[in-house]
């Protein structure tokens, strides 16, 4: 990989870490700093070191959604130029957050502040939220007259439902971590100073079992709500296909057998 600018990467016992790195800007994503965030998610994903990974913000907030400097950018184009650039801005916006959705292994997203209209959304298309007393969430976007791109309109609605998401988009309210915590946006609230190591260490425990195992049960779960019993069923056979030939599984099992025989 190469070395980053707008965002930090760690990797600590198998447990990545990647930090939004523009404190100045409450970690704005730019253009620049997407292309950063689907590097290291591509990397993320192919290495098989890498059990899990943990996201979060320098400074005090986590991500405060798409820059405004590159929104004023794209309306001062040539008029005949803003859809097509809009849908191509769009196309890598989608990629990025499906990376990280679609990631092969555990994700938390550790919320150290607000986290608003893209940074929501981001939040949402992680496995896992675990939330500082600092943190609050907010779908913004009705508040610039667009709609939320980054996947709110999928993930919000999984989270809290079709008629809660619909007011938290609606309205673009701001929603302080208890609250979040009770309708199910946030999964654990950690006190600030402990956030990132305690998200760690929530990471390393999801990504204990098998790899193998794990990216399969992701992939499969993350489709549920649109697919079939039916579906989800050959899905499982298919997926245990592949696990009754992996390493991970023969070594388990001898590994039973070997401890029940000393019994």
């Not at 890498?50 to 913000?57: D, E, F, N, R, Y």
């Not at 981001?122 to 939330?131: I, K, N, Q």
């Not at 673009?172 to 309708?183: C, D």
Request: net charge neutral; proline share 3%.
């Amino acid at each position: 990989m190469h070395n980053f600018e707008l965002i930090e990467f760690s990797l600590e016992s198998g447990i990545a870490t990647v930090t939004f790195n523009r404190p100045e800007k409450r970690n704005a994503i730019s253009d620049s700093m997407r292309l950063e965030l689907i590097e290291v998610f591509e990397h993320i994903a192919a290495d098989k070191h890498i059990k899990a990974l943990v996201l979060t913000g320098n400074g005090k907030g986590f991500c405060a959604g798409g820059d405004i400097e590159g929104m004023n950018q794209r309306m001062n184009s040539p008029h005949g130029e803003i859809a097509f650039n809009g849908w191509h801005r769009q196309q890598r916006v989608h990629y990025a957050q499906s990376l990280l959705h679609t990631l092969p292994k555990p994700v938390i997203a550790a919320v150290n502040g607000a986290a608003s209209g893209l940074g929501a959304d981001t939040a949402l298309a992680c496995d896992f939220v675990a939330a500082s007393e600092y943190a609050s969430f907010t779908w913004s976007y009705i508040h610039r007259a667009i709609v939320p791109d980054g996947g709110g309109m999928y993930f919000l609605p999984r989270r809290v439902g079709l008629a809660k998401a619909k007011e938290l988009i609606f309205t673009g309210r701001k929603v302080e971590v208890q609250e979040a915590l009770s309708l199910g946006l946030v999964d654990r609230v950690l006190p600030s100073k402990d956030l990132v190591s305690h998200a760690q260490a929530w990471a390393q425990e999801l990504s204990a079992g098998s790899s193998t195992a794990l990216a399969l049960t992701k992939t499969i779960l993350n489709q549920t709500f649109e697919s079939s019993a039916n579906h989800v069923f050959e899905g499982g056979s298919q997926a245990q296909g592949i696990c009754y030939s992996s390493t991970e599984h023969r070594e388990s099992v001898m590994a039973f057998l070997a401890k029940t025989s000393q019994k």
